[in-house]
């Protein structure tokens, strides 16, 4: 059985940074893209960057402040994010496409929260 499990999200000052991991773990024969997927309140979930190969892409709202990147022996991704607002404060997915057991599907993780606030 495959599992995603993110760390990191806690409560920051405007203008601080935070650093999101996660991990996958299970019977894991191969992942493609890795990203990471925000929820604020009342919004719907929506990309914020997403790591395949070498290639990477951000929403808009994050770019220039937010930098993803994985290891791929630790089959993990990781997401830092500097010069925070309280805007970013959403509840942070980390999603992956894996092969395992099972043929290529998506998984996500329990979500971890993020806060932006003085």
């Known amino acids: 059985q495959v599992q995603l499990v993110e760390s990191g999200g806690g409560l920051v000052q405007p203008g601080g940074s935070l650093r999101l991991s996660c991990a996958a773990s299970?019977?894991?024969?191969?992942?493609?893209?890795m990203g990471w997927y925000r929820q604020g309140p009342g919004n719907q979930r929506e990309l914020v960057a997403r790591?395949?190969?070498?290639?990477?892409n951000y929403a808009d709202s994050v770019k220039g402040r937010f930098t993803i990147s994985r290891d791929n022996a630790k089959n993990t991704v990781y997401l830092q994010m500097n010069s925070l607002k309280p805007e970013d404060t959403a509840v942070y997915y980390c999603?992956?496409?894996?092969?395992?057991?099972?043929?290529?599907?998506?998984?996500w993780g329990q979500g971890t929260q993020v806060t932006v606030s003085s």
């Open positions: 790591i395949s190969g070498g290639s990477t």
């Open positions: 999603n992956a496409e894996i092969f395992s057991n099972l043929p290529w599907r998506a998984y």
């Open positions: 299970g019977s894991i024969i191969a992942i493609n893209a």
